[in-house]
């Protein structure tokens, strides 16, 4: 199993700031909304999935996340709380669901080797893996076009010294053949 970054375990620690889970759902939601829109064909992809929920337990991350693709919906809940309801489950490090999403690292085998493992109905995860497979996404991106000019520069810079800093994939990596 690769070695892979983690978020420094103080973050874990931190009480979130009053009505941060409320704020970040709004933003969250409203950039899911932003993707779904540039990407119509993610909730054609996930077929009869697009209306499951799917909860996103990044283990190093102080919340958990319940993407529901078809209300065009991401919540923030607290880690202390039971989970909310739920069709299906990935849970994983942010390093690991990062790499799957831009591309980096094969979804199958980061299942295969645990770094990623699923949870409910399986055939949700497929579908959903598929679809943000098929889309290309790249978050650095998303959020540069999301901020406009002359902060996208910016951003992107940034986000390629976070990505160098830290180990993380933060945009989308191109594979060769």
């Known amino acids: 199993m690769t070695q892979?970054?983690?978020?420094?375990?103080?973050?874990?620690?931190?009480?979130?700031?009053?009505?941060?889970?409320?704020?970040?759902?709004?933003a969250l939601t409203?950039?899911?909304?932003?993707?779904?829109?540039?990407?119509?064909?993610?909730l054609s992809r996930?077929?009869?999935?697009?209306?499951?929920?799917?909860?996103?337990?990044?283990?190093?991350?102080?919340?958990l996340l319940l993407m529901q693709p078809?209300?065009?919906?991401?919540?923030?809940h607290s880690r202390r709380a039971p989970a909310p309801e739920h069709d299906a489950a990935i849970r994983g490090g942010l390093a690991a669901f990062?790499?799957?999403?831009?591309?980096a690292e094969?979804?199958?085998?980061?299942?295969?080797?645990?770094?990623?493992?699923i949870g409910g109905d399986t055939s949700a995860?497929?579908?959903?893996?598929?679809?943000?497979?098929?889309?290309?996404?790249?978050l650095t991106e998303e959020l540069a076009a999301l901020t406009g000019r002359p902060l996208d520069r910016w951003l992107r810079?940034?986000?390629?010294?976070?990505?160098?800093?830290s180990g993380l994939v933060l945009s989308r990596q191109e594979v060769m053949a």
């Open 157 to 165: 810079r940034g986000s390629a010294l976070v990505a160098r800093k």
């Open 46 to 63: 996930l077929g009869p999935y697009a209306g499951s929920r799917f909860l996103l337990d990044v283990s190093d991350a102080p919340m």
């Open 70 to 76: 078809q209300a065009r919906r991401l919540t923030a």
């Open 30 to 42: 409203a950039f899911l909304r932003r993707i779904a829109a540039r990407e119509p064909t993610i």
């Open 4 to 26: 892979r970054p983690t978020l420094p375990p103080l973050l874990m620690r931190l009480p979130p700031p009053p009505l941060s889970r409320p704020a970040l759902g709004l």
């Open 125 to 138: 995860v497929l579908a959903l893996r598929n679809a943000l497979d098929d889309a290309e996404l790249d």
């Open 98 to 103: 990062l790499a799957m999403l831009h591309g």
């Open 106 to 117: 094969d979804g199958d085998a980061l299942f295969f080797s645990g770094e990623l493992q």
